[in-house]
């Protein structure tokens, strides 16, 4: 399993960024996905997750609206785009896999068992 970011940077306050993770070794289709984030001194963040056709969805409340969670399976690849940035968004961004195919506990980080080494998103003036 190879799961790689990219997409982060630098982004003002009311920016956008839009990430992306380029997967392989695994059927990419068939496993929910998700981003989480990290930041200093704090804990793991699950910002968004998809299932494994893409037709349900989940946000964490501090990010919805804001941000769009979307894969390309004839591509393998999962997306996050992200508006009206706010600093507090400043953080180590991970996409992370399934622990199985099936889709059950999908909005929960703890049935990820896979992810990749993370882009840096920044926030600020």
């Known amino acids: 399993v190879q799961l790689v970011e990219s997409g982060g940077g630098l982004a003002q306050p009311g920016g956008s960024l839009r990430l992306s993770c380029a997967a392989s070794g695994f059927a990419f289709s068939t496993y929910a996905m998700s981003w989480y984030r990290q930041s200093p001194g704090q804990g793991r963040e699950l910002v968004a997750a998809?299932?494994?056709?893409?037709?349900?969805?989940h946000y964490a409340d501090s990010v919805k609206g804001r941000f769009t969670i979307s894969r390309n399976n004839g591509w393998n690849t999962l997306y996050l785009q992200m508006n009206s940035l706010k600093p507090e968004d400043t953080a180590l961004y991970y996409c992370?896999?399934?622990?199985?195919?099936?889709?059950?506990?999908?909005?929960?980080?703890?049935?990820?068992?896979?992810w990749g080494q993370g882009t840096q998103v920044t926030v600020s003036a």
């Open positions: 998809i299932t494994s056709t893409g037709r349900s969805t």
């Open positions: 992370a896999k399934a622990q199985s195919p099936a889709n059950i506990g999908y909005t929960d980080l703890q049935k990820y068992n896979y």
